[in-house]
């Protein structure tokens, strides 16, 4: 008896030490992250100013980068940001060496790119150098499960995400513009009003109000958006699932509302498109990716080949490559998987920046 009550007491204490230290706890967002979603246009608010104040000592790269863009766009004050994207730069770094938060650390990385592309801020040296790292480290951790499509209020600056917001809005100004008189936005407004919580849902029905214009399509307004969306949900092609349309609609409604606050104005329109994703006739309407979803999408397609060209060859040489051998049948199945891998990152011409597209390339082609 006494021995079972023993082993009853280790098994209890490991279960609470498990609970306390073992099991891994959700990080909390930091109050620079929750600032920066909430932060609008390009003109100082008063959110954009408590950001701006917030304490960096412990902050990480992804914050710093956060407090450096609003220094960039909403104060123009470049130096600032220059001195707080080469922190975040130095802080990559540790951050890859301690497996800290990889998402966030990927954010990081790509809005510091974005920021070279779209500013006139000096590149880097070492970020090729932090890519390469990235690489590294994601080859020896599970790929991600979540989908392509971006459903984070900070991914809303990627400029890969934008860009391909920018072809979509196009895309049904071209189809549905000749059109958009034939339908009201204060009739869409009524009746979104009659699918959700009215008193949640103002905020952002106000904001609609006024009409901003977008920083989408050709001279468009955010009713405009509003309305081409609705067209898109009643076209003919879509007959089959416009009720699985109108209910996605208004999920990416209340989804603009976070924190009880509307998101951005460039969140917006993109929440609202995201009703598509999966569901419109078109299977590519409203999937927005990432450029690290990207980036995964490439380095998955490679292992890939890699590992479908081994099924392929004979059992001998597959076992001579596992070995790291060199042999002339060793020599042609690397130049095969090359080549097919080359091609397939050709692919992606036009979704990546040549730069990160090379490097991917080339990280991809090492691995064979």
């Given at each position: 008896?006494?021995?079972?009550?023993?082993?009853?007491?280790?098994?209890?204490?490991?279960?609470?030490?498990?609970?306390?230290?073992?099991?891994?706890?959700?990080?909390?967002?930091?109050?620079?992250?929750?600032?920066?979603?909430?932060?609008?246009?390009?003109?100082?608010?008063?959110?954009?100013?408590?950001l701006?104040?917030?304490?960096?000592?412990?902050?990480?790269?992804?914050?710093?980068?956060?407090?450096?863009?609003?220094?960039?766009?909403?104060?123009?004050?470049?130096?600032?940001?220059?001195?707080?994207?080469?922190?975040?730069?130095?802080l990559?770094?540790?951050?890859?060496?301690?497996?800290?938060?990889?998402?966030?650390?990927?954010?990081?990385?790509?809005?510091?790119?974005?920021?070279h592309?779209?500013y006139?801020?000096?590149?880097?040296?070492?970020?090729?150098?932090?890519q390469?790292?990235?690489?590294?480290?994601?080859?020896?951790?599970?790929?991600?499960?979540?989908?392509?499509?971006?459903?984070?209020?900070?991914?809303?600056?990627?400029?890969?995400?934008?860009?391909?917001?920018?072809?979509?809005?196009?895309?049904?100004?071209?189809?549905?513009?000749?059109?958009?008189d034939?339908?009201?936005?204060?009739d869409?407004?009524?009746?979104i009003?009659?699918?959700?919580?009215?008193?949640?849902?103002?905020?952002?029905l106000?904001?609609?109000?006024?009409?901003?214009?977008?920083?989408?399509?050709?001279?468009?307004?955010?009713?405009?958006?509003?309305?081409?969306?609705?067209?898109?949900?009643?076209?003919?092609?879509?007959?089959?699932?416009?009720?699985?349309?109108?209910?996605?609609?208004?999920?990416?409604?209340?989804?603009?509302?976070?924190?009880?606050?509307?998101?951005?104005?460039?969140?917006?329109?993109?929440?609202?498109?995201?009703?598509?994703?999966?569901?419109?006739?078109?299977?590519?309407?409203?999937?927005?990716h990432?450029?690290?979803?990207?980036?995964?999408?490439?380095?998955?397609?490679?292992?890939?080949?890699?590992?479908?060209?081994?099924?392929?060859?004979?059992?001998?040489?597959?076992?001579?490559?596992?070995?790291?051998?060199?042999?002339?049948?060793?020599?042609?199945?690397?130049?095969?998987?090359?080549?097919?891998?080359?091609?397939?990152?050709?692919?992606?011409?036009?979704?990546l920046?040549?730069?990160?597209?090379?490097?991917?390339?080339?990280?991809?082609?090492?691995?064979?």
């Amino acid at each position: 008896m006494d021995a079972f009550l023993w082993g009853l007491v280790i098994i209890v204490v490991l279960f609470l030490l498990y609970h306390l230290f073992g099991k891994r706890k959700p990080k909390r967002r930091s109050k620079i992250y929750r600032l920066y979603a909430e932060a609008d246009g390009n003109t100082p608010t008063a959110t954009t100013n408590e950001l701006i104040r917030a304490p960096l000592e412990d902050a990480n790269a992804a914050d710093h980068v956060r407090v450096g863009t609003v220094f960039l766009t909403h104060y123009a004050d470049a130096d600032r940001a220059a001195t707080l994207l080469q922190t975040a730069t130095n802080l990559l770094r540790m951050e890859i060496e301690h497996r800290d938060n990889i998402d966030e650390t990927k954010w990081a990385y790509d809005r510091i790119n974005d920021l070279h592309e779209q500013y006139d801020i000096p590149a880097d040296d070492m970020l090729p150098e932090i890519q390469v790292a990235l690489f590294e480290m994601l080859e020896n951790i599970p790929m991600p499960t979540q989908t392509g499509w971006v459903s984070d209020s900070q991914n809303v600056h990627d400029s890969v995400v934008n860009n391909e917001m920018n072809q979509q809005v196009n895309q049904l100004a071209a189809e549905y513009m000749h059109l958009l008189d034939t339908v009201s936005y204060a009739d869409i407004r009524r009746w979104i009003l009659t699918k959700t919580n009215p008193e949640k849902i103002k905020p952002l029905l106000d904001i609609f109000d006024n009409n901003y214009r977008s920083n989408y399509g050709s001279n468009l307004h955010e009713q405009d958006i509003v309305k081409l969306i609705w067209l898109r949900i009643h076209d003919p092609r879509n007959a089959s699932h416009q009720d699985q349309l109108l209910e996605a609609f208004i999920d990416c409604v209340n989804d603009c509302i976070e924190q009880g606050k509307p998101v951005c104005i460039d969140g917006r329109p993109k929440k609202l498109m995201q009703c598509f994703a999966k569901i419109d006739f078109d299977p590519d309407m409203g999937m927005f990716h990432t450029k690290q979803a990207i980036r995964d999408e490439i380095h998955k397609k490679a292992s890939d080949i890699i590992e479908t060209e081994l099924k392929q060859t004979l059992a001998q040489t597959r076992e001579s490559y596992n070995r790291g051998e060199t042999t002339p049948e060793i020599v042609v199945l690397q130049n095969a998987m090359r080549a097919k891998i080359a091609q397939m990152v050709r692919e992606y011409e036009g979704k990546l920046p040549p730069a990160d597209l090379s490097m991917i390339g080339q990280v991809c082609v090492d691995q064979v």
